[in-house]
């Protein structure tokens, strides 16, 4: 069965500091690889996707960036954070665009 | 532009009764609906989803409907569990597009009490 991990769980890191969060699917191959964050109270808003390896379309203007190195590998980055980047982030894969998304247990970044 | 709205932040519910979760949608290209349910410090979890060909879909305790002439959709979880208390988002997408991109709600957080 497929699995997705993403790692760490939780994160404070200074505002300057760099970034990278990890993200990787195991029992598939040439998944579809999504970033989201929810901010709080918010819905989920998608950052960047991936149709494949170094394939990487961004949705909004900002502060990140992502990479995907592998075929089930996803890192969302940063050279300097900012306090708006504060959330939860969430990692997602598909097998094609007519299945479910599913999604990792998240990433809370905490900016002070 | 919120494409896909959850107009209800909060819905509480007896246990044993019927829990009906709503969604709007303005995007008229949408052709597949999901709902997932979020619990804290967790990820969205899938949990039932509908094509637009269909105006239904059961999955035991859970059952969605569509009204595409309303763009609407909701989900009933019959009987709700003090288990279903959760976040509940919904999500559409265009199947067609290889991107498959979902547009959330805001969620709506359903509280099942004894």
């Known amino acids: 069965s497929q699995t997705i991990h993403q790692w760490p769980a939780t994160l404070v890191q200074p505002v300057g500091s760099p970034l990278s969060l990890e993200c990787t699917v195991e029992?598939?191959?040439?998944?579809?690889l999504y970033w989201y964050r929810q901010a709080a109270g918010r819905g989920l808003q998608l950052l960047f996707y991936?149709?494949?390896?170094?394939?990487i379309s961004s949705e909004v203007p900002q502060n990140l960036s992502a990479s995907r190195p592998q075929d089930r590998q996803f890192i969302l980055s940063s050279k300097k954070l900012l306090l708006s980047d504060s959330g939860f982030y969430l990692c997602?894969?598909?097998?094609?665009?007519?299945?479910?998304?599913?999604f990792g247990d998240g990433t809370r970044l905490s900016i002070l | 532009d919120q494409q896909v709205k959850q107009n209800s932040p909060s819905l509480s519910v007896q246990e044993g009764r019927i829990s009906i979760l709503n969604c709007d949608y303005t995007?008229?290209?949408?052709?597949?609906f999901l709902w997932y349910k979020k619990y804290p410090a967790e990820g969205p979890t899938f949990l039932i989803s509908?094509?637009?060909?269909?105006d239904k879909n059961e999955d035991g305790r859970f059952t969605v409907f569509l009204n595409k002439s309303a763009k609407h959709l909701s989900l009933h979880i019959v009987p709700s569990q003090p288990g279903d208390s959760a976040v509940y988002f919904c999500?559409?997408?265009?199947?067609?597009?290889?991107?498959?991109?979902?547009?959330f709600g805001r969620g709506t957080q359903l509280t099942v009490w004894p």
């Open positions: 999500a559409a997408s265009e199947r067609g597009s290889t991107l498959g991109r979902l547009y």
């Open positions: 995007n008229s290209m949408f052709d597949y």
């Open positions: 029992g598939t191959s040439n998944p579809n």
């Open positions: 997602a894969w598909t097998a094609d665009s007519n299945q479910p998304q599913h």
């Open positions: 509908i094509s637009s060909i269909k």
């Open positions: 991936s149709v494949g390896i170094g394939q």
